[in-house]
């Protein structure tokens, strides 16, 4: 069932490439998926995510965070519109923001990097929301810790106050809301 | 009409590209450099590419377009996060910096 979860996509992208969604790019698409899947759905090593740490391929944050765990999850459609609608808003408005202070003749860029507190522990979660900070002009989130989980996001719109915890909270909330992580973690409130 | 729209939508999309490499010379500082090279250039591809469906509306088109779209979506954060994790980690610009909550209690990153 898993494997053609995950070869479904493929197929799409596959077709998707070709500019043709016609039944027979689908179905080469559908074939060359299910290889792929099938190639790599060996489960790594236990262990194997601490050996790249040791041998320093890996910084130790990420081997503490265990993304390598599989995480259970379930989109929800309506949601997930919300987030990436909220997600749009937020670039456009920060790329005219941005393009302002480039354009202008004394740039008022004061930087700083926040500490953001996140309420979940989910490793999903915090992936969708660093990346769409760090895909935000104007902050790029530099570093995540676990337990308590926070992202370090540098801003070059510093104000005193706590605009950027503010945006990392609202879209942790977003998040949590689309693909509810089924997580013992997950303890924000609805 | 098409035209109009479709024109707008691109010289906004190269506009977004042209501040790229304005703030590239204008902003001073690392960090500062960093934001405004690999941020509205991404909001600029998506508005050239809109452009480019708009002129020409077709689904293969749109399906390849709309994957560029995505995998830059994906791919361009990763990409700006690890080269100022790096910069951070060898202690440039941090100079610039108002307010350092990572600190020092953060050195082992150093390396």
């Known amino acids: 069932m898993k494997v053609i979860l995950r070869t479904i996509p493929l197929a799409l992208i596959w077709a998707g490439l070709w500019g043709d969604l016609s039944p027979a790019n689908l179905l080469t698409g559908a074939i060359v998926g299910f290889v792929v899947v099938i190639a790599w759905s060996r489960r790594a090593k236990p262990g194997a995510l601490e050996d790249l ?13 265990k993304f390598s765990e599989d995480e259970s999850f379930r989109i929800n459609p309506f949601r997930a519109a919300i987030y990436l609608a909220v997600f749009a808003y937020l670039l456009i408005r920060s790329t005219l923001d941005l393009t302002i202070q480039t354009l202008s003749p004394r740039p008022k860029i004061r930087q700083a990097i926040i500490e953001c507190e996140m309420q979940t522990g989910s490793a999903l979660v915090a992936t969708i929301v660093a990346n769409s900070v760090s895909m935000t002009p104007g902050t790029l989130t530099i570093e995540i810790s676990d337990a308590p989980r926070k992202l370090y996001v540098h801003t070059l719109r510093f104000t005193e106050g706590s605009s950027v915890q503010e945006t990392v909270a609202t879209l942790e909330r977003l998040a949590v809301r689309a ?4 997580e013992s973690g997950a303890k924000v409130s609805r | 009409m098409r035209g109009l729209v479709a024109t707008l939508f691109a010289v906004s999309g190269a ?22 090279a690999t941020k509205p250039g991404v909001l600029g591809l998506v508005l050239v590419a809109i452009a480019a469906v708009v002129a020409h509306p077709s689904v293969g088109l749109a399906s390849r377009l709309l994957l560029v779209i995505a995998f830059q979506l994906m791919t361009a954060p990763v990409a700006a996060h690890m080269i100022g994790r790096a910069a951070y980690t060898k202690r440039i610009g941090r100079e610039d910096l108002l307010r350092n909550d990572l600190g020092a209690d953060r050195d082992e990153l150093d390396g």
């Open chain 1, 53 to 65: 740490v040791d041998q320093g391929l890996v910084p130790p944050a990420v081997g503490d965070a």
């Open chain 1, 179 to 182: 693909i509810r992580p089924k």
């Open chain 2, 15 to 36: 506009g977004l590209a042209a501040v790229a490499g304005i703030g590239l010379l204008r902003l001073r500082g690392f960090f500062a450099r960093i934001h405004v």
